[in-house]
């Protein structure tokens, strides 16, 4: 009996743990209906790489949603891009951060003519054409980043979300902007090459949900039969994003599991 009971408290605390946002939640609906183009509708070998001005410019024009990264400069400027070091797009060494904004404009994307961004153009340039979900990487205090960030995305007037690996960012907009649609980003993080550490593993079963209470999760769709996700889309009814697609067989077989669907490396259908 009393091994029973602790199944029951356990699976309460569970059930407790993954629970998003389920009261007040922001409206939502204006995200929805879209495909939305991975850091821009981009090519790494043409004059449009990721999460360049150019690769946005075509994701406007193609009538896509677009989902791009964000992380600050030594100079604590909000720019525009993925990885936390410089090596795979730009060939050189150290990390964002380590340079200030003026010095970034020094380096290439992909060795095309483009530029690291600012958040602040890429706003300018989407202008409300296209819905956005703008990923925050947190490669300092979440505080910090958050807060830098969000001097500029709250003066945008066009439809937006935020979305997170990092619990702690989805902390910062609960506090901070709860009217702003939050994301929890998760996947599974076990390879053949390594083991998930602790942290990834409870990010992996989305057991960080209580800190932030996410809008919507967006998953690696290769693991969308993960427990945790498909009980926060098919019980406390959250909205459910795709990562990243890649080609339309991917896509048609997600539809059923996702709500929205982020992809790269072909032309979706229009949502």
Same mark, same amino acid.
């Given at each position: 009996m009393g091994l029973l009971i602790a199944i029951v408290v356990i699976f309460i605390l569970y059930l407790l743990a993954i629970m998003p946002r389920m009261f007040r939640r922001p409206d939502a609906s204006q995200l929805l209906g879209?495909?939305?183009a991975h850091r821009g509708l981009h090519d790494n070998k043409g004059a449009?790489?990721?999460?360049?001005?150019?690769?946005?410019r075509k994701a406007v024009d193609?009538?896509?949603?677009?989902?791009?990264?964000?992380?600050?400069?030594?100079?604590?400027?909000?720019?525009?891009?993925?990885?936390?070091?410089?090596? #795979?797009?730009?060939? $050189?060494? %150290?990390?964002?951060?380590?340079?200030?904004?003026? =010095?970034?404009?020094?380096? /290439?994307?992909?060795?095309?003519?483009?530029k690291i961004p600012l958040l602040e153009d890429v706003l300018q340039l989407v202008d409300g054409k296209v819905p956005l979900i703008?990923?925050?990487k947190i490669h300092e205090k979440a505080g910090v980043v958050c807060e830098m960030t969000d001097r500029l995305i709250r003066e945008y007037?066009?439809?937006?979300?935020?979305?997170?690996?990092?619990?702690?960012?989805?902390?910062?907009?609960?506090?901070? #902007?709860?009217?702003? $649609?939050? %994301?929890?980003?998760?996947?599974?993080?076990?390879? =053949?090459?390594?083991?998930? /550490?602790?942290?990834?593993a409870l990010l992996h079963y989305l057991l960080y949900n209580f800190v932030g209470k996410p809008d919507f999760i967006a998953y690696d769709h290769h693991h969308k039969?993960?427990?945790?996700?498909?009980?926060?889309?098919?019980?406390?009814?959250?909205?459910?994003?795709?990562?990243t697609i890649r080609s339309k067989e991917e896509l048609e077989n997600s539809k059923p599991?996702?709500?929205?669907?982020?992809f790269e490396g072909f032309k979706a259908e229009k949502g």
């Open positions: 879209w495909h939305y449009a790489p990721e999460n360049s001005m150019a690769a946005f193609a009538g896509y949603g677009i989902e791009f990264d964000v992380q600050l400069s030594k100079d604590r400027m909000p720019v525009v891009f993925h990885d936390e070091t410089l090596n #795979r797009v730009c060939g $050189v060494d %150290g990390k964002v951060r380590d340079y200030t904004y003026k =010095e970034l404009q020094g380096f /290439r994307l992909c060795k095309s003519e483009e703008i990923e925050i007037k066009g439809v937006y979300c935020i979305e997170s690996f990092h619990p702690l960012a989805l902390l910062w907009y609960r506090k901070h #902007r709860q009217n702003v $649609v939050r %994301g929890q980003l998760s996947a599974c993080f076990h390879t =053949e090459e390594r083991r998930e /550490r602790f942290y990834e039969n993960n427990i945790s996700r498909r009980l926060c889309r098919y019980l406390y009814r959250a909205l459910s994003v795709a990562w599991d996702f709500d929205l669907f982020i």
